[in-house]
């Protein structure tokens, strides 16, 4: 396996979309930022160094780091953020990951400019489970906000309502052309009649799932974070905020000018309806028409287009990508994710009876400390954390009933982690809830992929839903959307020692507090160990 090295440069750059100008944290330069590309088991060395005017801390989406949590970057959970003017040198150590994955800063919400690709290519060189695509393009999903990012944050938090949604969803950095002032504003793919592009998309959004189709194609979906799919033919995409999608494209329809095109999925909150384009120009002489074609795409509110699409997902499941989904689970827990609402000095907050929104997981709003919990429990720091994080939500009620219990609209707020056996396997039932608001939370683990098992809708039954459970060849995934008024199973197996945050990779939840954190203890045997850390942690 190679080692790679690469210089990440942070600088605050102008840039200018839909006719304004702004500038905006990026890395090199760039945005999005540079793809890193890789192959299966290599490691990636990143220099960063913060030139720009505030902290930032990056994050390495999906790579498991096994046992070495100190680069994995989530702000406050492993490491304190690099302040302008230092530097941190951080290590990637990709396993069996394959496909793609994404960097993105893991702290306010700087992701929103700060993020890129990471192609992991397989071992073997032209060893796909597929025939070999002639090429492969890296598409990005992104948002546009003509306003300065902190400054959405901070007026977000401080009026406690929804945060204001963006100008423009983007692809590969442009809105395209269905904008006000966006015409030169358009990422166009080139392709030639005949060949087949695998597309490695990234959704990047920050606070929707997105739904994304190409006018007169289907394509055939292949991959998922960084994991083979049975072969998936179908004629739109549906990619949660964190998800990757690797699909296979073949340039077989009239020479042409195409649009693919995303949207939103939303049912709940503000958001933005507004759908973002991208021109697929076949190579040729013919003249191309003055407006392309639009793909269909599903409705905003299309739960059932939504949920029918991510549950196709299966692994490929052969010999040379075996299943391993844990049979017998040591640590059984039962997750509720809500929204919230805490009441505002004088009843002056943007949410609901003029409340403030909060997020939780079984009723815990997480509170995060003021120096990281990856050295507070390496370091054994007191009083940073507690280990008293609950297995299940303070007391049963119908989960997506309307009527909810008042006591649990005010969740409680704590710096509280999961501690788990090395080597124990773990089953979490993430139920939505309906407190407030029910939608759709796309949840994400660091430190590990996860089987997802099953998924239902309505309150989960644990004496017959279990029988229906999928562990012959279940999706491996980091990123996994909860349906709106239902619940997803994902079963793992806690084989990587570290401090390992779970969180909703919706931007919103997880700044009111919708995320918890997982300890896996140490093993006997010095492989089954935390590693030390490097030198040049930033300090706290
Ligand atoms: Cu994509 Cu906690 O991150
Ligand atoms: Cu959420």
Redesign the pocket.
Known sequence: ALIHRHKFVLTDTPFTRLCSNKSILVVNGQFPGPTIYATEGDTIVVDVHNQASENVTI?W??VKQPRYPWSD??NYITQCPIQPGSNFSQKIILSDEIGTL?W?A?SDWS?ATVHGAIVIRPKKKNNYPFRKPDVEVPIILGEWWKSDIQAVLNEFLSNGGDPNVSDAFLINGQPGDLYPCSRSDTYNLTVEYGKTYLIRMVNAVMNTIMFFSIANHSVTVVGSDASYTKPIKTDYIAIS??QTIDFLLKANQTPSHYYMAAHAYAIAGNYDNTTTTAIIQYKGNYTPPSSPLLPNLPGFNNTNASINFTSRLRSLGNNDYPVDVPKNVTNKFFFTLSINLNPCPNNSCAGPFNERFRASVNNITFVQPNIDILQAYYRRIRNVYDDNFPSNPPFTFNYTSDIIPRALWRPQNGTEVKVLKYNSTVEIVFQGTNIVAGIDHPM?L?GYSFYVVGWGRGNFNNDTDPLNYNLVDPPLM??IAVPVNGWTTVRFKASNPGVW???C?LERH?SWGM?MVFITQNGKGKDARILPPPQDMPPC
Do not use: D, K, Q, S
Request: glycine share 14%.
């Open positions: 994050h989406h999906g970057g989530p994404w993105h893991h992701r905020p964190g994400h660091h980091n990123t945050l779970m969180h990779h997880i995320e």
